[in-house]
């Protein structure tokens, strides 16, 4: 008998990805090419935590998960494999904290599958939520800059030239990855706590990856128990219409796949899988 869980619409998008950031984060942030939305983070933090409690990300990026947290008085710790994405964490925490930030926050640069080995032994059955994201491969959305009669460039579209970066070790090895990483945040949470991750689905080859059924299976296999599945629509509500977010990419995937006769729609959402402990 299927399961049927708790779905809820979560409208993050209201404004665009720029306005979010737009003087709560540091401007360089922009060169991370798949920054989570601080939407998205904040509507969790406020929804699965209280005042006061601890917020883990084993791979904060920029730093957004920690950001939002400390703006609602929350602790957070944050783990980035790479060094200059941890900087830049480190450096929108300050400026968190010069705004009047209440929370303490702390930024490891290591690797997130090593979750449980990074955090200070104390904190073990501690964390009320573990918010993050997977990389979805070596190369995402990032900038584009247009030059009349030379076309479109490209830039700030990779996580890193690091072959050891989970970015690059393909969907098995990225599956491997976040077992690891579901199974330390499971050690990590109290007995009340919450794992909630940002996922999307992906097309390679032609074919739909997806990513969100297949870690509602890992993290089963994690000892967590998926509870809610919502949808964090990337899309602003107008009344009874949308106004798309869709990323230049986005739209150009879609084009080029229309182009070759294969039917495409550009995606417009974001899963939130929120597990509990078995």
């Not at 005042?51 to 947290?69: K, Q, R």
């Not at 993050?132 to 995402?140: A, I, M, V």
């Not at 009344?239 to 986005?250: C, E, G, I, K």
Request: glycine share 10%; charged share 20%; with cysteine.
């Amino acid at each position: 008998m299927a399961i049927e869980l708790p779905l809820s619409v979560w409208p993050v998008a209201q404004r665009t990805a720029r306005a979010q950031r737009a003087g709560r984060y540091l401007e360089i942030s922009g060169t991370h090419p798949a920054k989570m939305l601080p939407a998205i983070a904040a509507r969790a933090v406020a929804t699965y935590t209280c005042p006061g409690d601890l917020v883990v990300d084993p791979m904060c990026g920029i730093g957004t998960t920690l950001v939002e947290a400390v703006h609602q008085g929350r602790d957070a710790v944050g783990i980035e494999y790479e060094p200059e994405w941890a900087a830049h964490a480190e450096a929108n925490l300050a400026l968190a904290r010069a705004q009047g930030a209440t929370g303490q926050a702390e930024v490891i640069c290591g690797d997130g599958r090593c979750l449980v080995g990074h955090l200070d032994p104390a904190a073990r059955g501690l964390v009320a939520l573990v918010l993050t994201s997977p990389p979805y491969g070596p190369s995402l959305h990032g900038r584009v800059t247009t030059t009349p009669g030379q076309g479109v460039r490209k830039s700030h579209a990779r996580y890193s030239t690091d072959p050891a970066n989970l970015a690059h070790v393909g969907l098995t090895g990225l599956l491997d990855a976040m077992r690891a990483v579901l199974r330390g945040a499971a050690q990590l949470l109290r007995p009340d706590g919450i794992v909630a991750m940002t996922v999307r689905p992906w097309w390679r080859d032609g074919a739909l990856v997806d990513l969100p059924g297949a870690l509602s299976t890992i993290g089963d296999e994690a000892g967590l128990v998926l509870y809610e599945r919502n949808v964090a629509l990337l899309a602003a509500l107008r009344d009874d219409t949308l106004v798309p977010r869709a990323s230049f990419f986005a739209l150009e995937q879609v084009r080029k796949a229309r182009a070759a006769g294969t039917p495409r729609l550009v995606t417009a959402h974001e899963d939130l899988l929120v597990w509990r402990r078995r």
